[in-house]
């Protein structure tokens, strides 16, 4: 079941956007060599609190019994795909790339974004799959409007990111957001012959392209929650919360 929101949800959803979106932006400030994870995530919890959201991730269930995710933050360094979990012994080094995913819960509505950032100087093939990966974020979002259908999302994407010569990570796809964090329809960044719903006012959809310099196998580290890319290549995350219009789309948390 697709659950389609009011005026009035999108526009606290907006809200919950702007919160995540802001800390997301002081975080790329901090990022420098020195600076730990675990610094980087108990900042994140601290502004939560002081802006008056709730934690998306704290305490999420793991999907397959395993330990609850035990931070408001993943970051996710070089290889590491998604949801890893910050550390005060993790120090960013100069030529890293740090993947940051993170959500906010605002009057009962969710957030959700993600962005990566380079740590010091990288090298042209890092700063590349940032640029690609953002772009394919984009692509898929200009599909994003009533009449369309997710696979427009997925092909263009996927198109974006394989004509550029980097693969896009299967294990992982986009979502449905709103009363909760992860809601239909998926959104997977590649064509496959799922559930093909077509886009109608009012859905809202956190689209999220994880794109792999390397090959897209994955596997998971003994916290059950770290994915990284098998062959050890970088890989790169981008995601925003986008609501479908009358007339078009919404990204939603534009910061002025």
């Known amino acids: 079941m697709i659950e389609k ?17 802001t800390i997301l932006d002081e975080l790329a400030v901090m990022i420098r060599p020195g600076v730990t994870t675990g610094q980087l995530g ?6 939560l609190g002081e802006m008056g959201a709730a934690p998306a ?27 890893g979990i910050p550390d005060n012994g993790r120090t960013l080094r100069e030529g890293d790339i740090l993947s940051l995913d993170f959500g906010a819960c605002v009057d009962g509505f969710y957030g959700d974004a ?20 953002r772009e394919s974020l984009m692509a898929g979002i200009e599909q994003v409007r009533p009449g369309n259908r997710v696979r427009d999302i997925s092909d263009a994407v996927q198109r974006h990111a394989e004509s550029n010569g980097f693969s896009v990570v299967r ?40 794109i792999a310099a390397g090959g897209y196998d994955i596997k998971v580290d003994g916290d059950q929650w770290t994915a990284r890319t098998r062959d050890g290549e970088l890989s790169a995350h981008f995601e925003l919360s986008v609501a479908v219009t009358g007339d078009g789309h919404w990204i939603l948390g534009e910061l002025v």
Not at 42 to 47: G, I, L, M, N, T
């Open 171 to 210: 294990a992982f796809v986009g979502h449905g957001i709103g009363r909760r964090l992860h809601e239909e329809p998926a959104i997977p960044n590649f064509v496959d012959q799922g559930p093909n719903p077509r886009l109608e006012d009012g859905m809202v959809l956190a689209i999220e392209p994880m």
């Open 5 to 21: 929101k009011s005026r009035a949800q999108v526009e606290t959803m907006d809200r919950a956007n702007r919160v995540v979106r």
């Open 42 to 47: 108990e900042h994140s919890e601290k502004r």
């Open 114 to 133: 993600a962005v990566t950032v380079p740590v010091g100087r990288v090298d042209e093939r890092a700063m590349h799959l940032i640029k690609v990966t």
């Open 57 to 83: 991730f704290k305490g999420y269930p793991h999907p397959d019994g395993g330990p609850a995710f035990p931070s408001v933050l993943c970051a996710s360094v070089n290889d590491e795909i998604v949801h």
